[in-house]
């Protein structure tokens, strides 16, 4: 089976009042590589953001918690490093104010 390179993003991704923006669930039956995940400030005041790695949906496990961007910039939240996610696993976002930040994830999927 081929490797397929994916990739999970919103534009002005939720608020804290809300639920988080999910940017990418892992199919059953695979399992994938996050290879990046970058969150871009697009408001004029500086922004918090949170990402979580859901493992199977229930268990949350944050990436980053709350961590400052400031206006007009970018986190990478996940650079250099690679994170293996399973079956069901749901990667989330939120910021501090909806609609403020973007975000992109790039993908490895189906890795076996």
Do not use: R, W
Not at 48 to 77: F, M, R, Y
Not at 88 to 112: F, G, H, P
Request: charged share 15%.
């Amino acid at each position: 089976m081929a490797n397929t390179f994916k990739k999970g993003f919103s534009s002005g991704i939720s608020g804290t009042s809300g639920s988080p923006t999910t940017l990418y669930t892992v199919p059953n039956s695979k399992a994938s590589i996050l290879i990046e995940l970058d969150c871009c400030n697009t408001s004029n005041a500086s922004q918090t953001v949170t990402a979580i790695l859901s493992h199977g949906g229930s268990t949350d496990i944050h990436l980053v918690k709350n961590v400052p961007i400031p206006a007009g910039s970018t986190l990478k939240v996940i650079s250099g490093q690679k994170i293996v996610a399973e079956a069901a696993d749901v990667v989330k976002v939120y910021a501090s104010n909806a609609s403020s930040v973007d975000a992109i994830l790039s993908i490895l999927e189906d890795v076996n």
